[in-house]
């Protein structure tokens, strides 16, 4: 085995981390690397892996001149998305990881997965990837360290985490990090696992190439991992984006929203204002994950753990997010998206005529009114937060932003409203608690059934979901000065299933009537599920809705509110003894509003 030149010094660097050392030593050992590179984050080093990617064919370098910097990569048909069903909370017992994970022992890990690393980087590189989650010397912030044989992992985890020399120094001022060991193994999915086990903080990942499964700061870390450091040490970590809203006074504030994967985060992330509202501007902090911490003025705070977006590719265009269109045209990695013949990416839903002939996410030639989609559903973008226009000045401040509203939101065609406020903060949990969600294309699985997804947490929490709600009780009592909380419903439809509401950049009035409640200033009528907008209070008289759409948006209708109580009480079920008793308080709250 031997490092790769100019590495040591690397290395020399970290001599200080006696234990990082000892274990990739020991990972090396069982996976039988080639050779060890330590990534130091450079652009040389990226250079130099993307050079050799495009050289086997892992990446196709496109247009320069049009997508100067950009790369596509097509993975394996059988790993575009994560995979629920071969991920696995590794706690000693089942319980902890509660009744929505799947949960393996240690002892089975090492007796069934561990095997799977033996020899498994045999004539392969074996990466030391060093990266932090967060903006550097904030006391949000966390390191984490991820051995990979996949450059790809290399090269995309450089854009989403703040890589290399960095997180070393980070790891030399915090001591401890999380270990991620992951191999692409030989991409079979009866040999793919995603392993957790909270406990020792340490992540195991075989078998896949896609980005939940193999970005290991993201979702493994990021969510699952500090999910369980978080309920320890009293915070927040949570799939949310993080966003600022800036008034024509100039004024901004800060909000969070949690909604399940492929329901708009980044969408709303980067949304820009609408002709009606001159002179609003959104800032983006983040579209995937915040950390959030009560501060010492009793707010609560919240960092984007991440440098990078990992967004989805059909849909964006120039009408639905322009931020998006501009950010991915510099500096960015595509993954299974179609190519164009000049070698520009293409995807359902772009901007302009769809092109006659393509390469499709295989690769294969694909013409116009093929049946099949040119490119994947879960295809994705990779792009730094540097490149996007309308990133917050505030995405890097190692205090975080203070938060002032946190959204919770599904994708419901019937039934609720576009928007709800909760009547106080333990309202608000259940409103987050049971958020539901007609399933994605985020996940393999049937699209389009309708889950509960708490807090847009079922995939991510690392333990038991009743202790994780519990845990959200617990916090509004230790926040002096409390976010207020809301749900929204972009997704609701009339009775041809045509969306009621149009969405995109016009959410920013739905945001606007939110801010103004909190300001105390925006007028809102009490119903059973709670407080929604007073008629005209959300101004639409310049957007070409039909007629009576908005109170068909905003209308909560008692009886129809009943079965969904006894839904959500088969819900709360699976969580007993664990779901804190004032949420099912809350549900026969909803119950007896609801004339029941
Ligand atoms: P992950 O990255 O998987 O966590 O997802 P995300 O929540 O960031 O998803 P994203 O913003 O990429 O959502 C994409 C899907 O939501 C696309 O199908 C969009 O068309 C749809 N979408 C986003 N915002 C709106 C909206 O306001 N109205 C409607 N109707 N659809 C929307
Ligand atoms: C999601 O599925 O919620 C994502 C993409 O944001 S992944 O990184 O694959 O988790
Ligand atoms: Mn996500």
């Known amino acids: 085995m031997k490092n790769e030149p100019g590495d040591a010094a690397c290395k020399a660097g970290s001599v200080a981390n006696a234990e990082l050392i000892r274990w990739v030593d020991e990972v090396a050992a069982i996976a039988k690397p080639d050779r060890v590179h330590w990534c130091d984050g450079s652009e040389a080093e990226r250079d130099l892996l993307m050079a050799r990617m495009v050289e086997d064919g892992q990446f196709l370098p496109l247009n320069e001149k049009e997508y100067p910097n950009g790369f596509l990569s097509r993975s394996d048909p059988n790993d575009v998305a994560r995979t629920e069903h071969l991920t696995f909370i590794c706690a000693d017992k089942k319980e902890e990881a509660g009744p929505t994970n799947n949960w393996m022992s ?23 990837v060093p990266y932090l989650m967060g903006p550097a010397g904030s ?8 051995l990979t044989d996949s450059a790809y992992v290399v090269v995309n985890m450089r854009i989403m985490t703040r890589m290399g020399a960095v997180a070393m120094r980070e790891l030399a001022r915090l001591g401890k990090f999380v270990r991620g060991m992951h191999s692409t193994g030989d991409l079979s999915p009866d040999r793919r696992y995603i392993l957790h086990f909270p406990a ?45 809203v800036e008034n024509p006074a100039g004024e901004t504030a800060y909000v969070a929203a949690a909604f399940p994967s492929a329901c708009g985060k980044t969408n709303l992330a980067m949304m820009v204002p609408p002709e009606g509202l001159k002179g609003w501007k959104v800032w983006t902090v983040g579209d995937d994950i915040a950390w959030l911490r009560v501060g010492a ?67 294969r030639l694909w013409t116009r009114g093929s049946n099949e989609k040119a490119a994947q559903p879960n295809s994705r ?11 917050s000045p505030s995405w890097d401040d190692p205090k975080g932003v203070p938060i002032s509203a946190i959204l919770f939101g599904g994708r419901r065609t019937r039934l609720v409203p576009l928007v709800t406020e909760a009547f106080d903060w333990d309202h608000g949990v259940f409103m987050g608690a049971t958020i539901a969600s007609e399933t994605t294309v985020a996940q393999t699985g049937t699209v389009g059934v309708l889950r509960r997804d708490p807090m847009a947490m079922l995939p991510f929490c690392g333990y038991h979901m009743g202790d994780y709600l519990a845990h959200w009780v617990r916090m509004g009592k230790s926040i002096p000065n409390p976010p207020r909380l809301f749900r929204v419903n972009w997704f609701r439809k009339d009775a041809s299933d045509k969306f009621l509401w149009p969405g995109f950049g016009e959410n920013l009035r739905v945001l606007r009537w939110i801010l103004e ?10 119903t059973p599920a709670g407080v929604v907008p007073a008629p005209g209070a959300i101004d639409v008289s310049d957007l070409p809705m039909a007629k009576g759409a908005m109170e068909e948006l905003l209308a909560v209708r008692g009886a129809e509110w009943k079965p969904e109580a006894d839904d959500i009480e088969k819900f709360f079920s699976t969580l007993a003894p664990r779901l804190p008793e004032v949420l ?13």
Do not use: Q
């Open 517 to 526: 409640r909190c300001a105390g200033k925006a007028a809102g009528v009490e």
């Open 297 to 363: 003025d009793g707010r609560l705070w919240a960092v984007n753990p991440e440098a990078g977006f990992f967004g989805i590719a059909p849909g964006t265009s120039m009408k639905t997010n322009p931020n998006a269109m501009k950010m991915v045209r510099k500096d960015s990695l595509f993954t299974n998206v179609a190519l164009t013949a000049d070698r520009c990416p293409w995807w359902e839903g772009f901007d302009g005529e769809t092109p006659e002939r393509l390469a499709d996410w295989r690769g």
């Open 584 to 596: 099912e308080r809350k549900r026969l709250d909803l119950l007896k509003r609801a004339g029941g």
């Open 106 to 128: 240690p002892a089975e890990a090492e007796t069934w997965v561990k095997p799977l690393f033996r020899g498994a980087m045999k004539g392969r590189t074996l990466y030391v």
């Open 381 to 391: 973008f990779t792009s730094p937060l540097a490149r996007c226009p309308s990133l």
């Open 200 to 244: 020792r903080r340490e992540i195991w990942s075989v078998g896949s190439g896609y980005g939940g499964n193999a970005l290991l700061g993201k979702k493994c870390h990021s969510l699952r991992i500090s999910s369980v450091e978080a309920r320890d040490e009293g915070w927040l970590a949570e799939h949310m984006l993080i966003i600022g």
């Open 139 to 146: 006391p949000f912030s966390k390191v984490g360290v991820e």
